[in-house]
């Protein structure tokens, strides 16, 4: 029975057939259906990864109000990795699928027109027009087999791009978190931590840059015929550190299949722009997000002058959702019928938290640690120090302010009533400056908050009498 077997696996002219691959998946069967689970994936990413940025943009600004320190730097750098990466490889797929349809038509048109162009029945080209374009052109069979590389090669490099920069996060937050233990340990935790994180960082380069010295170093000394036992060891045991570090294994394959068969200097420099394109995609996303319009079109209506006009993230009644950044001091509406103005003051960690430790000495080192009604009394106190505010020019003392808990906000801070009773009807102006005694400039700088009101108590006693 074997005889039978091994002379039916024989051609006719008696040379043995070639070995069946080992592999246990056959390369050709599925490189015939490559461009079906191109198509598959590229389709189901764009949708659900235009999808993404907005959600991720509605976590962070839920998030990142409460946040302080490292914790905040964390929040910041995983938004934008995440929404430059959705939008850099969606527009990647979006390209990668028009390139697929594009072969798909070719393959159409090859298959409905098997001669491909007739350039004889082209007779409305001159002859060195007809040259040119035959030239240009080329086969429609050519045709297919570019598109065909060109999509292939767009889809691993999308691939890369996504695993590289999901890579880059995960070393990010490693580095954040060993710093915040470092500065837990030290105290001033997140100075120590902001240090700690750079310097992790820096190791990290230097030792990029000491793999690069070391090859260097070991060609150079065995071609003068020295051994470089020592450095060789030296160096592999950093590059499987290195190798822990970054997943080679995992980006490996697909890095350097295509640098190695592509322009390398040119694959490299768009890895570069590519993944620092995503970081930027993302701080823009920021950026639109507390900007009216990127566009500077307005030369007459300015941001100064709406800075003393009107904003109206200041009114509660006439916020949006692209003001979830803008968390200013906030009353109910511009007009007010009631007898008393409801003034919401919010109270921000990222800024509060670092005046509080040079402002309010009833708290230790910055942190309200009182329990009870002292505790509210505390936190009056300290962001009294911080704010001052006027109503038409006469200052406004916040000792009957009480602290709040806004859950439709998602923002805490003090909220107060003023009275209105005596006032005559028509516009007011409520001023708040933060950090009076600040500078022009930074973090810490002066705030002022101007916000115009109209007063009309006929409205309420209408309502009453009705």
């Not at 949708?47 to 929040?75: C, E, K």
């Not at 060609?219 to 045991?237: C, H, I, V, W």
Request: proline content about 5%; overall charge positive.
């Amino acid at each position: 029975m074997q005889q039978e077997t091994d002379a039916a696996s024989r051609p006719v002219d008696g040379t043995p057939m070639p070995a069946a691959p080992s592999g246990r998946i056959s390369f050709e069967r599925l490189r015939e259906r490559s461009d079906e689970l191109e198509l598959l994936i590229s389709g189901l990413l764009v949708f659900g990864l235009f999808t993404v940025p907005g959600r991720l943009f509605d976590m962070w600004v839920s998030n990142t109000v409460h946040a302080d320190g490292v914790a905040q730097y964390a929040i910041w750098f995983g938004f934008a990795v995440g929404v430059g990466v959705s939008y850099a490889l969606a527009a990647a797929f979006m390209v990668h699928i028009a390139i697929r349809g594009y072969w798909v038509g070719l393959i159409g048109l090859k298959a409905t027109f098997p001669d491909g162009v007739r350039w004889d029945r082209l007779i409305s080209m001159g002859p060195v027009s007809r040259e040119f374009q035959r030239e240009q052109t080329g086969d429609i069979g050519q045709a297919i087999e570019r598109a065909d590389r060109m999509a292939s090669i767009l889809f691993a490099m999308s691939i890369l791009m996504a695993v590289t920069i999901a890579g880059i996060g995960v070393f990010a937050v490693a580095l954040m978190v060993l710093g915040s233990l470092t500065g837990a340990l030290f105290g001033m935790a997140d100075r120590v931590a902001l240090i700690a994180g750079g310097v992790l960082y820096l190791l990290f380069i230097a030792g990029a840059v000491a793999i690069v010295v070391c090859e260097k170093l070991i060609a150079r000394r065995e071609a003068a015929g020295r051994t470089s036992d020592g450095p060789r060891r030296a160096l592999r045991r950093l590059l499987r550190l290195y190798g822990v570090l970054v997943p080679q294994r995992l980006v490996g394959p697909m890095q350097l299949t295509l640098q190695s068969n592509l322009n390398g200097r040119a694959f490299l420099v768009v890895y570069g722009l590519v993944i620092g394109g995503a970081m930027l995609i993302g701080g823009l996303q920021v950026i639109n997000s507390m900007k009216f319009s990127l566009l500077q079109g307005y030369d007459v209506v300015t941001e100064e002058a709406v800075d003393h006009g009107m904003l109206g993230a200041h009114y509660e009644n006439m916020r949006a959702e692209h003001d979830a950044l803008l968390r200013f001091p906030m009353i109910p509406s511009d007009r007010i019928a009631e007898t008393h103005l409801r003034l919401f003051i919010p109270h921000q960690p990222q800024r509060d938290n670092v005046l509080a430790r040079r402002l309010c000495a009833r708290l230790i080192d910055g942190r309200n640690t009182a329990e009870g009604a002292p505790a509210a009394r505390n936190a009056i106190d300290c962001m009294a120090a911080m704010w001052t505010v006027t109503l038409d020019g006469v200052a406004v003392p916040l000792d009957d302010f009480v602290p709040i808990e806004r859950r439709d906000l998602g923002m805490r801070g003090l909220v107060g009533y003023i009275p209105l009773g005596e006032r005559q009807p028509g516009r007011h102006n409520l001023a708040l400056t933060w950090n009076a005694g600040g500078g022009e400039t930074g973090k810490q700088r002066r705030r002022d908050y101007r916000i115009p009101f109209w007063f009309i108590p006929q409205i309420a006693e209408r309502v009453q009498r009705d």
